[in-house]
């Protein structure tokens, strides 16, 4: 019978993890951003309501396998891009398409989009209606050889999408947005709700199996440096942790 103890998995929860974006922000900030009486009036879309007790019921269930990834949000498919909504005005030099996504009850919200292609002089933002936190900017240097980029999580209900175009750049961005995620239950910045959520079962974040032995504990210490590798893998609307295997039965380092 293997001792697994006798394997050091170095496996960080959502609850203990780094909030960090595989998205490369490029500075700046949205229009009018420290003026908090600003309130352009723009398109905005209504999410469906969510059946919370039908993904309770749901998630009751897959929440006990480990291997299977963390739900915390619903993907509504949409269809939305720069010509068939938004609205469009013209501030401080720039072309700017602003559309807003209200969804009833989110915890949390984030996009999908099928289309980023942007040129030279045009950049994005996503910020809460709140005005009180954004993501951005994303500039032509974020375009993918896919031609697409998923956006990262920002708490609140309402989100509101900021697009600027330079007069020179006008007309040459695309943007489609084809999947707004509603977060039903906590990501980022509420790991006491994680935690008071997942107390009484076994989950696959922030709960170890018997013969883990977690990286943040005192046996762990010599490896704070390669902690640094695990990370949290957010796809639409479920979640990931990464782990690394740092040893075996053999204690004898092989690099597999």
Known sequence: MINCKNILLLSLGAIFSVATYAQISHGGAPIQWGDATYSPTMDTKL?????L?????????TDQYKEAPW???VEHPVSYDLQNSGTWTFEEGMHVWRLQFDCPDALNVS???SRFVLPKEAELFVYNAQRTAFIGSFTHKNNKDWEGLSLGVLDGSSMI???HESPASHGMGEIEIDHVV?????LLNH???VLAEMADRMGPFGNSGACNINVNCTEGQPWQTEKR?????VNGGSAYCTGALINNTANDGTPY
């Open 182 to 186: 509603h977060g039903y239950r906590s």
């Open 71 to 73: 739900r915390f949000g």
């Open 111 to 113: 996009f999908m989009l």
């Open 47 to 51: 999410m469906p309501v969510l059946d």
């Open 53 to 61: 007790a039908v993904l309770a019921s749901e998630d009751a269930v």
């Open 161 to 163: 999408l900021e697009y």
């Open 229 to 233: 590798s695990v990370a949290l893998i």
């Open 191 to 193: 790991q006491d709700a």
